[in-house]
């Protein structure tokens, strides 16, 4: 193969003495018993399309109930109770209107209703069981009559419904009170956050034609890790392990990939192996990251308020962030001009330097690189960007969701510097697709390109990871030779 190494053991002694000994070296925690994400909540439920869908006389019933509930209680009494009590004070009013009316209905139902009836006064309502659940990704309400799930990358159609559309949108309102804002009529977009850190996206009629559209990106508390990827086999051992050194040597990373490819989980797990004697500076528009190192310091966007001022944007955040004497500044989503203070970051002494990025491939990244710098209002030559993408970015991992919703990490490619105008990059993994099986899952594998040399060779000598990173590019090479 190519770009064989030849100056292992040469040239400087890593920098760092303590090197070898950093955690990053260590293995990750063990991860629970888990085999597969599904597993990961303590007992998954069974799923929600095998129930079926409750009866008009079900809903019939509960808007009886609930009308007499409302006449029966005092509900601005209610809300001076903390929840619990609330609750089991709900509970007893329901219980005794279920006596008086003696409604035809069996004991499970019942005690449906009752869980039904208080989610709707103390809760999110019909919202709430889905919540509760771990291994939902996403929630995506289309009015009131549809409500879809996204459980292990497949989006599925629940028996969740709301009464009408008033309901739903009472729901959305009170969601996005929590945080200060209103959505109604007059500013029908809402974004917001639940108090668990899920991300709240409302649109509301009129613009959204068939009743509100609520999406929410559920907060995953146990995020994956590097580990669980492997298994997974979103990446493979070896591309594990390099990124592992990726991560560790302070090479500055840009994670690309559209929309739930796994962006934010790639980043979170790339963190995981910085040294915790540094000090990093966190942006997001919604805290998501979990870093486990002690000397971290998280900022976070805001919105416009009801009047339209107050907005700190990302770029704001990014700006002020240099001040603040980062070693490294992780961005969540970089999204538009902040690029350019986060590659002019890069680029002067902040190396180790992350964030994500929506693209579809490392070359359009590239290119939205580039168009995220115009659209912050410089007008420098297309060239003098471009240098300027080199001289940062060191790494780009893609991240994409494929159509069977499997997710894989389709490249780790660097960035190698200019030739004339075009920027040129070097993969080090790939993803090859090479079929799908009878059940539609998408079969194929991941491969070094035999690079024996990457870019950030230098880097990991300096930190004393170059032993691990040649073994991990040889442990891949040799697999290949075998499988092919
Ligand atoms: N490799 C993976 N395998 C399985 N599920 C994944 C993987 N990566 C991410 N996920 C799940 O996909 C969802 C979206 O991931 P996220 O990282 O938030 O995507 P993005 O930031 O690209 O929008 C999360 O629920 C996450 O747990
Ligand atoms: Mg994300």
Known sequence: ??????????????????????????????????AQSSARSPAPPPPLEAAPQKSDHYYHTKSLIFGAMIEAIDLSQLSKLDSASARDELRDVITEILALKSVAMSIAEQEELLEDICNDVLGYGPLEPLLARDDIADIMVNGAEKTYIEVNGKIQLTNVRFRDNAQLMNICQRIVSQVGRRVDEASPICDARLPDGSRVNVIAPPLAIDGAALTIRKFKKDKLTLEQLVRFGSISQEGAEVLKIIGRVRCNVVISGGTGSGKTTLLNCLTN?????????????????????????????????LEGTGQVTMRDLVKNCLRMRPERIIVGEVRGPEVFDLLQAMNTGHDGSMGTIHANSPRECLARMEAMIAMGGYSLPPKTVREMICSSVDVIVQAQRLRDGSRRITHVTEVMGMEGDVIVTQDVFIYDMTGEDANGRIIGKHRSTGIGKPRFWDRARYYGEEKKLAAALDAAEQRDDKVA
């Not at 030849?6 to 260590?26: C, E, K, L, S």
């Not at 500076?281 to 919604?286: F, L, P």
């Open 273 to 305: 192996y910085i040294d915790t004697d540094e000090r990093i500076i966190t942006c997001e528009d919604a805290a998501e990251l979990q870093l486990q190192q002690p000397h971290v310091v998280r900022l976070e966007t805001r919105p416009p308020n």
């Open 1 to 34: 193969m190519f770009g064989k190494r030849t100056t292992i053991g040469q040239g400087a002694t890593p920098a760092r003495p303590a090197a070898p000994a950093m955690p990053a070296a260590a293995p990750p925690p063990p991860m629970a018993s888990a």
